[in-house]
């Protein structure tokens, strides 16, 4: 019932841009933060930034600081991670996910299934 779906990934070149988009039902959207993870190939996931119920801040970790932002419709039940300057590190398999109140890199109730983005030349 409930479902975090995410789109948008694919292959872009070091320093390009990609948007992606994470599109949840079967629940109450506007009163979760929502979170973005990755977890590169032969790594654990990691927490990549998160965007309060009410989009009035924004928390990302240092690796992205800088590169990328987060947006949430919540008309369209739908967060958004705009990615720029792409590195090939930031190669991973991104994840979104929903937590009940406050935002945090912890406690998070529901995922999607993941999108790939490879950043390569």
């Known amino acids: 019932q409930v479902q975090l779906v995410e789109s948008g990934g694919g292959l872009v070149q070091p320093g390009g841009s990609l948007r992606l988009s994470c599109a949840a039902s079967g629940f109450t959207f506007y009163s979760y933060a929502m979170g973005w993870f990755r977890q590169p190939p032969g790594k654990e996931r990691e927490f990549v930034g998160t965007i309060m119920w009410g989009a009035t801040s924004t928390w990302f970790a240092d690796s992205v600081k800088g590169r990328f932002a987060i947006s949430r419709d919540n008309a369209k039940n739908t967060v958004y991670l705009q990615m720029n300057n792409l590195k090939p590190e930031d190669t991973a398999v991104y994840y979104c996910?929903?937590?009940?109140?406050?935002?945090?890199?912890?406690?998070?109730?529901?995922w999607g299934q993941g999108t790939q983005v490879t950043v390569s030349s």
């Open positions: 996910a929903a937590r009940y109140g406050g935002p945090s890199e912890t406690g998070y109730q529901y």
